[in-house]
Every structure is written in C-alpha cells, then in structure tokens.
C-alpha cells in the first residue's frame, strides 16, 4: 500500500471517527466514576500526579507507546496509529465535562456497559477498515511479538500491569475496569460483523 493509498479522504475520515468515538466513550468511562478501561486506569493517576488533564495525558502517553512500539515491532504501526495522538485529547475532555456522574452502583454499571460499547465501535471502526491498531493495541502487538506470546497472553500482561500501577497511583480503577476486561473482546467482535457489510461495499 502506498503512502496516496494510506491517506485517502476516506480513510482519514474513518480514521478520525473512529478515534473520536473510542475517545468520547473513554472520557464517558471515566466520569460515570466507577473505573475507567484499563488503558486510562493507569494514566487518570498518572495525570492526577503530573498535574495535566486526562485528554492530554493520554496525548502525550500515545506518543510514548508509539515509540516503544516501533522498537519492539514496526510493522504494527500504520497510519491510524499516527492519528491518534493528534486528536484523542479534546473527545475525552469533552466527555469528561458533559457526560453524568453515575449517582449510584446500578445506574454506574449500565453507564459502563453503554460507555464500553461506544469504545468497541469505535475500535471496530478503525479495525474492520485496517486504519491501523490503536498506540495502545500497537505495544500489546508489539509485545506479542518481540517475546514470542501467543496475543492474549501478551494483552493481559499489558492490561494487569496498567490496572495495578493505576491503583497504586490512585488512578480510576473500579468495576468499569473489570468490566472492560470481560466486555470488550464481545463487543468489538460484534460490532465487526456489524461493520463488515458496510466495509464490503465501501471503496477506501
């Protein structure tokens, strides 16, 4: 694929919108206030201790996860990768101030659950079109495949890892992480099949 095929109109679009989506579900995550996914469980404490809001926080760490990731393995960074960074940071601060605070467990979970599955099609945006694995699927990827673990293994290491340094920083770490961890492989998969119609009939 060349460099005029990778940054077609359409694929851009698709690019944005699906990282718009993911991000505006993330930001929904964290204010419902019962965990975010287990990404954001680690940088909501790294932001609460740095001083900087969630949004640019999570700017800032895709960087860093692109760089780790292209040392590990460069072949999983495609230009989706790229576009994340540049406009992750406005769709979660955003989601952060207009979304509602869960008052109680129950409507906390059902918040969750809505937030989580805006996140999965977004994801399932940016995968069914092969924009390119989001700087945080890229380490897991790239982790896979610089020690040899099977991508499951590999994406738990990554995922318990964040979910113990966000506690340990105080970061959002609550029954929405948990959740995340039981939801959204379903979620996303089912919204591929969603996709898959659409993505067969459209040109990029």
Avoid: Q
């Avoid at 769709?91 to 659950?113: H, Q, R, S």
């Avoid at 897991?140 to 994406?155: C, N, P, Q």
């Amino acid at each position: 694929m060349n460099i005029k095929e990778m940054f077609s109109f359409k694929k851009v679009l698709l690019m944005i919108v699906g990282v718009l989506i993911m991000a505006f579900g993330c930001g929904m995550l964290i204010k419902a206030g019962y965990g975010a996914d287990t990404s954001n469980a680690l940088l909501t404490g790294v932001a609460n201790k740095v001083g900087l809001s969630v949004g640019n926080t999570n700017a800032i760490a895709t960087v860093i996860f692109i760089i780790i990731s292209y040392f590990l393995s460069r072949k999983r960074i495609g230009p989706g990768t790229l576009l994340v960074p540049l406009v992750i940071s406005f769709p979660i601060d955003f989601a952060i101030k207009v979304c509602m605070k869960a008052p109680n467990l129950f409507i906390g979970i059902l918040l969750d659950v809505v937030a989580l599955y805006i996140v999965s099609f977004g994801a399932a945006i940016t995968i069914e079109f092969d924009l390119g694995a989001s700087p945080f699927d890229c380490l897991s990827l790239g982790i896979s495949d610089r020690f040899h673990l099977k991508y499951v293994i590999a994406k738990y290491l990554l995922d318990a890892f964040c979910v113990v340094m966000g506690f340990l920083l105080k970061g959002e770490v609550g029954i929405g992480t948990l959740l995340c961890l039981l939801v959204m492989g379903p979620f996303i998969s089912f919204n591929r099949k969603l996709l898959s119609k659409v993505a067969k009939r459209i040109s990029i």
